[in-house]
Structure formats: structure tokens, C-alpha cells
């Protein structure tokens, strides 16, 4: 199959060879109580060894290929190919937890395996036997054990049993675990082999579906066996008891079912890893790549590589799925890419548009127009040394600064409106002049909602219509237009009021001369902190000032 060429071929060859080794171990296995003359089995050395290596099914392989071996020399050993197949997969269950890694964690599985193979497997013996209790290797240690316990003879089998196979499994572990130690170090990348495929809905579904069907085929063996059984013991006219009978078509019918099972729980551990190679874990990386894909960093599609060097190892529809999936993804960045280079453009629009208009202004009132670029990067260094001193730090991002550096040219947008006679005039203004010189901040809110109107809700103009309106608000609710208090006033027309009463202050006006820098600090963190100021920008005023004092310096 195609699908094959993408798989490395030394992870297939390890594989293999790790598998061969596992069956000789099992042989050898099966070998050595012969030659020690012991009473265990230690048939499963290479079972365990596989499932610890390889994974669980390679290990049912295992378990099962070596019983079928010696099944040609006697016909019982197949029968009890079930019990090693049951017995690679708790192993394997085992060794996902991680309790393959100590000796100690290993002997953990000892019970439940003792409980298959001890207590299932003695009372599965009877039936093989036709239910002659005397016949077994265990019926001379269950004699032995009478003579010191008093119980039933079967309870006595019984025990016998499951304490030869704690022996047996001990010691068929200890040695899985020196093996597996052995060939880790000779093989520091042997576990790499495994194929560890992720839980998920789909694969449960599937293997419960397929197992099912497993079982219930051994099952429809074993009535078909039952059924045969009995008309041979019809047509042969066998005169026997009715309790014989039964006995005799439990005993032929339940050999056939132990053979069909194992067989069957094979085939269908080989399925399942097919299906988890083929469809589901194609199907969990390209899930697990559109998961990496979507979220990005900073919710960006970023993470392209992700779905475009998938590697689905199929040559069908999934493959193709896979494709789509890597074309789809690049022409999404492509498109976000172009989308926010025209997003770039637009806020570079805006923000020409925006600079554009304080030119007109500057054009109307000169010191207006030096004024409005230099409170703008005022602004934006005491909203930086307000985050810098953990002020509202919710509210100041960087979308924030960059925000009040585009807009706070803006904050005097209104004075176009103003007459220039006022706009310009040297002396003090008249109360009905100062009044309509006020009436600046309405006039630029007015000017920015129109633009809002026309061009919808667009956040450097929310900011904007904020600070047209609001930077002439005081702390103490004694400002203007609105008469707004404390934290009412927003804090990009907070922090404006700041940048604009120090620039003002200490800057040339038609009506006044610059006002020296000690006396403008005392002004603006003893007189007006607290009743004009927020105290929290006045502090960051503070901490910034040597910043504004070198900038104001460069300016002139």
C-alpha cells in the first residue's frame, strides 16, 4: 500500500524485529519450567516484553502466535491462547498508565491477571477436562493444601491455582522488566516505536462497535459448536447421560469458542490499529492543526505551518481532505494579510486626515498649531508613566496610547469655529468673548459626531469626540462645558487637561509671556492638584516631567 512508503522504514524494521523477539521469548519461555522442573509456565516473558515495546496489540500477537506454536504438539495450548491475549491487554492498559517504568508498578497487574488466568482459567480448565475435578496439574498441590486447610476440593483448586500463577507472574515480569531494561539501553529510541493515539469520541465508538462484534462472533461459534456436537453425539447413537452430554458439548463447544475468541480479540486489536493508523489519528492531527490554526497568537491565523505540512499517510479521501484543508489555510492568511495591509492604509488615512486638519488650524492660530502637536506627544508620555506606575491600567493599552497620540491633535478642533479676532486677540478676552472662545469644546464635538454620522462608529473618533469636548473639565466639577467631576470626565480628556494647562502655561501667548518652570510645576501639583487635576496624572506628571522638560527644550 502507498500509505506505507510514508512511514520511516527503521521504525517499521525495529518493529518487526521487536516482535520476532517477543514470540522467541515466549517460546523459550514456555521452555524453561521443563528444564528447571518447576510448576509455572512462563509462557509470557515475550508478552509482556512486546506490550512494553511495540504496544498492546503486537503483544496479543504475541501471546497468541506462541500457544498456536505449541498447539501442533498439543492441541490444549490454543485453548489458552485466550488467556494470553486477555493478558497482553491489561498489560497494555498497564503500561499506559505508566506502570512499566518501575518493577513495583509492574507487579501492580499482578492481581487482575491472576484473576483471568487463576480463578477464569481453573474454572475454564474443568470444562476442558469434562469436568473431572482430578485431572490438571493442580489437583496434586490442591491435595497438598488439604492437608493443612479444610475446604472444599474445588475452592482448594482453586487457590492452588492463583498461588502458582502469582509465582508465575512474578517471576515472568521480573524477567519482561530486565529485558526491557537490557534493550532500552542497547535501544535509547525503542519506545519510539509506539504508537500512542489520543482518546476521542470517534476511535471509542469504533472500538466498542468492533469489539461487540468480535464477542458476539466468538459467541455464534460457540452455539454453532454446541449444536454440532450435539447432533454428532445424535447420529453416533451415544448412550450417555443427560448430565454427560452436556458436559461432553460444553467441553467440545467451549474449546472451539476459547480458539475462536483469542483468534478474534486479535483481528480485532489488528482493526482497531489499522483503523487508529488510517483514519482516526489523520483525523486528530488535522483536528489538532485547525485547533493551532484558528487560535494563533494574538488571534492572528498565524500558525499556518501547522495544517500545511500535514502529513496524512493514506491515498484517499482524507488525504484529499488534508489538501483542501492546506489550501483553505493559506488562502485565509492570505487574505488576512491583505485585509490588514488595507487596514493599514485606512488608519494611516485617518491618520494623515487628522493631521491635515491641525494644519488648517495652525493655519487660523499659530500658537494653537505648535500647541496641539506638542500636547499630543505630552499626552502620550504621562499615559505611559501612568501604566509605568500601575494607574488604570485596564483602561491604558497600547491601543490606547497609540489612540491619543493619533487623536489629540483634535482637542481644539472647535477653535475653526471661533472668530479669528478672538482667536487671535493680545490682551484678555471680554466675558461674552471668553464665552464663545468656551464654546470651542462643543463645537469640536459637534464637528466630530457629524464625522461619526458619516462614517460610522470608529474608535479614534469615539477618543476624539471625548477630547474635544471634555479636556476643560476639572477634577472638581468646576470645569466646562459639562460640569463633569472626578472620574465622570474620561481619562484620555483627564489627561489631556494636564498636557494642555502645562503647555499653555509654560508657552508664549498673544496675551501673556512664558511662565518660568519652577512656578509652573508649583502650579500644577500644589494649586491645581486635586481641584483641576486628577491626582494620579499630576503623579505621573511628576515622574514624567524631566521627559517634558527636555522635550519642551528641544522644541524651542
Same mark, same amino acid.
Not at 494574538?298 to 491515498?315: F, H, N, R, S, W
Not at 494611516?348 to 486638519?357: D, E, F, K, M, V
Given at each position: ?12 524494521? @525495529? ?12 517460546? !523459550? ?5 521443563? =528444564? ?11 508478552? %509482556? ?5 511495540? &504496544?498492546?496489540?503486537?503483544?496479543? #500477537? ?37 506502570? %512499566? ?15 483471568? @488466568? ?18 490438571? +496439574? ?32 512474578? =517471576? ?43 464477542? =458476539?462472533?466468538? +459467541? ?29 458439548? =460444553?467441553?467440545?463447544?467451549? &474449546? ?6 483469542? #483468534?478474534?480479540?486479535?483481528?480485532? !486489536? ?7 493508523? @488510517? ?7 488535522? +483536528? ?84 496641539? %502637536?506638542?500636547?499630543?506627544?505630552? !499626552?502620550?508620555?504621562? !499615559? ?49 468673548? *471668553? ?34 469636548? *471634555? ?14 467631576? &472626578? ?14 494647562? *502645562? ?7 498673544? *496675551? ?45
Amino acid at each position: 500500500m502507498k500509505w506505507l512508503s510514508s512511514l520511516k522504514y527503521k521504525r517499521l524494521r @525495529t518493529g518487526f524485529i521487536l516482535f520476532a523477539v517477543s514470540i522467541a521469548l515466549n517460546l !523459550a519461555g514456555a521452555q524453561l519450567p521443563g =528444564l528447571l522442573k518447576i510448576p509455572l509456565f512462563l509462557d509470557n516473558i515475550g508478552t %509482556f516484553f512486546a506490550v512494553a515495546t511495540i &504496544g498492546t496489540v503486537p503483544g496479543m #500477537a504475541a501471546a497468541y502466535l506462541g500457544n498456536l506454536f505449541y498447539s501442533f504438539q498439543t492441541p490444549e495450548w490454543l485453548y489458552w491462547g485466550l488467556f494470553g491475549v486477555l493478558m497482553a491487554a491489561i498489560a497494555g492498559r498497564a503500561e499506559k498508565a505508566g506502570r %512499566f517504568t518501575r518493577l513495583f508498578d509492574m507487579f501492580r497487574i499482578i492481581p487482575p491477571v491472576v484473576l483471568f @488466568t487463576g480463578v477464569i482459567g481453573e474454572c475454564f480448565s474443568w470444562v476442558l477436562n469434562g469436568f473431572d475435578l482430578s485431572q490438571g +496439574t493442580t489437583a496434586e498441590y490442591a491435595e497438598q493444601i488439604g492437608k493443612v486447610l479444610f475446604l472444599p476440593f474445588p475452592v482448594r483448586r482453586i487457590l492452588a491455582c492463583c498461588i502458582i500463577e502469582i509465582a508465575d507472574k512474578a =517471576l515472568t515480569l521480573l524477567l519482561s522488566f530486565l529485558l526491557i531494561r537490557l534493550f532500552t539501553v542497547m535501544f535509547p529510541s525503542i519506545h519510539a516505536v509506539q504508537s500512542n493515539v489520543k482518546e476521542s469520541p470517534l476511535r471509542k465508538r469504533l472500538v466498542r462497535l468492533i469489539t461487540f462484534s468480535g464477542f =458476539l462472533t466468538g +459467541t455464534v461459534v460457540f452455539l454453532l459448536a454446541c449444536q454440532s456436537y450435539y447432533h454428532m453425539q445424535m447420529q453416533a447413537g451415544m448412550e450417555v447421560s443427560r448430565i454427560s452430554a452436556i458436559q461432553n458439548i =460444553l467441553t467440545f463447544g467451549g &474449546g472451539l469458542f476459547s480458539v475462536a475468541l483469542g #483468534a478474534e480479540i486479535c483481528i480485532v !486489536a489488528f482493526a482497531i490499529a489499522y483503523i487508529d493508523l @488510517t483514519l482516526v489519528d489523520p483525523i486528530l492531527h488535522m +483536528t489538532d492543526a485547525m485547533e493551532q490554526f484558528l487560535q494563533g497568537e494574538g488571534g492572528k491565523y498565524i500558525q499556518v505551518d501547522a495544517v500545511t505540512d500535514l502529513e496524512i499517510p493514506t491515498d484517499d479521501e482524507l488525504k484529499d481532505l488534508g489538501n483542501a484543508m492546506s489550501i483553505t489555510a493559506s488562502d485565509i492568511v492570505t487574505y488576512i494579510s491583505e485585509l490588514n495591509l488595507r487596514m493599514d492604509e485606512i488608519n494611516n488615512l485617518q491618520t494623515n486626515i487628522i493631521g491635515t486638519i491641525a494644519d488648517i488650524i495652525e493655519s487660523r492660530d499659530l500658537t494653537t498649531g505648535e500647541h496641539v %502637536f506638542r500636547t499630543s506627544n505630552f !499626552a502620550v508620555i504621562i !499615559a505611559e508613566q501612568l501604566r509605568t506606575d500601575g494607574k488604570y491600567t485596564n483602561e491604558i493599552t497600547d491601543q490606547f496610547i497609540e489612540m491619543l497620540r493619533v487623536t489629540a491633535p483634535l482637542h481644539d478642533v472647535g477653535k475653526i469655529c471661533v472668530p479669528d479676532a478672538i482667536l487671535n486677540k493680545p490682551g484678555r478676552l471680554l466675558p461674552e468673548e *471668553y464665552e464663545m472662545m468656551k464654546a470651542h469644546t462643543t463645537l469640536g464635538r459637534e464637528i466630530i459626531r457629524k464625522a461619526l454620522r458619516h462614517l460610522g462608529s470608529i474608535e479614534y473618533l469615539k477618543m476624539a469626540e471625548q477630547l474635544t469636548e *471634555y479636556h476643560h473639565e476639572w477634577w472638581n466639577g468646576k470645569g466646562y462645558p459639562e460640569g463633569l467631576k &472626578g472620574n465622570e470626565i474620561p481619562l484620555c480628556a483627564r489627561i489631556m487637561a494636564v498636557a494642555d494647562v *502645562y503647555d499653555a502655561l509654560r508657552a508664549e501667548r498673544p *496675551y501673556k509671556k512664558p511662565i518660568p518652570e519652577e512656578v509652573v510645576f508649583r502650579i500644577m501639583t500644589e494649586e491645581e492638584n486635586g481641584i483641576h487635576f486628577d491626582p494620579a496624572v499630576v503623579d505621573a506628571f511628576v515622574h514624567a516631567h524631566k521627559k517634558l522638560e527636555a522635550f519642551w527644550y528641544v522644541e524651542k
